[in-house]
Antibody
């Protein structure tokens, strides 16, 4: 069974940094593209970043480009999101999600999310 | 960036009724659209991909249609567990984008 568990969320001051982690199990992690999607309180879903299986391709939303860095460690079955220069508008639940097995880029499996709150 | 506009924002229906949700893209996205369901306090769940293909384990009362810029998610007969928020997502081009969501609530 696919299992994704996010960690690392918490309260941070504006301008601060935080590193999120996602531990994956139940599938061959090294063969799947992985993603971060966030959801501000009471709002809709916003795609944040994607990384291909071998880290060859990386994409970011404009809203986080230059501040966030996605990475992965296939030996540890783990996905990361380094978040710097955090702003109040980055406050959200951050979900780790795995791409589908099919050719289309959809999000088949999601973790339960970790809450990031940016506030002074 | 492809903007997805979902309508209506809220749909008030009774169990057993048919639900029809719309998602319109700002440019053609072929059939590269998915639908997700999200219940309070839970992560989203993939329902439909490539406009009309049900994901694994999704009941037959959920169906999707459309291509180009206009897409529809239909729930043929609402079950109590179907009252939730539904989002569409396109994968035709980067960045991946989601619609703003349609809340299906009990009338």
């Amino acid at each position: 069974e696919v299992h994704l568990v996010e960690s690392g969320g918490g309260l941070v001051k504006p301008g601060g940094s935080l590193r999120l982690s996602c531990a994956a199990s139940g599938f061959t992690f090294s063969t799947y593209s992985m993603n971060w999607v966030r959801q501000a309180p009471g709002k809709g879903l916003e795609w944040v970043s994607s990384i291909s299986s071998s880290s060859s391709y990386i994409y970011y939303a404009d809203s986080v480009k230059g501040r966030f860095t996605i990475s992965r460690d296939n030996a540890k079955n783990s996905l990361y999101l380094q978040m710097n220069s955090l702003r109040a508008e980055d406050t959200a639940v951050y979900y780790c999600a795995r791409k589908t097995s099919t050719s289309g880029y959809y999000l088949a499996y999601w973790g339960q999310g970790t809450l990031v709150t940016v506030s002074s | 960036e492809t903007v997805l506009t979902q309508s209506p924002a809220t749909l008030s229906l009774s169990p057993g009724e048919k639900a029809t949700l719309s998602c319109r893209a700002s440019q053609s996205i072929n059939s590269y659209l998915a639908w997700y369901q999200q219940k309070p306090g839970q992560a989203p769940r993939l329902l439909i991909y490539d406009a009309s293909n049900r994901a694994t384990g999704i009941p037959g009362r959920f169906s999707g249609s459309g291509s180009g810029t206009d897409f529809t998610l239909t729930i043929s007969s609402l079950e109590p567990e179907d009252f939730a928020i539904y989002y569409c997502q396109q994968r035709n081009n980067w960045p991946l984008t989601f619609g703003g969501g349609t809340k299906v609530e009990i009338k």
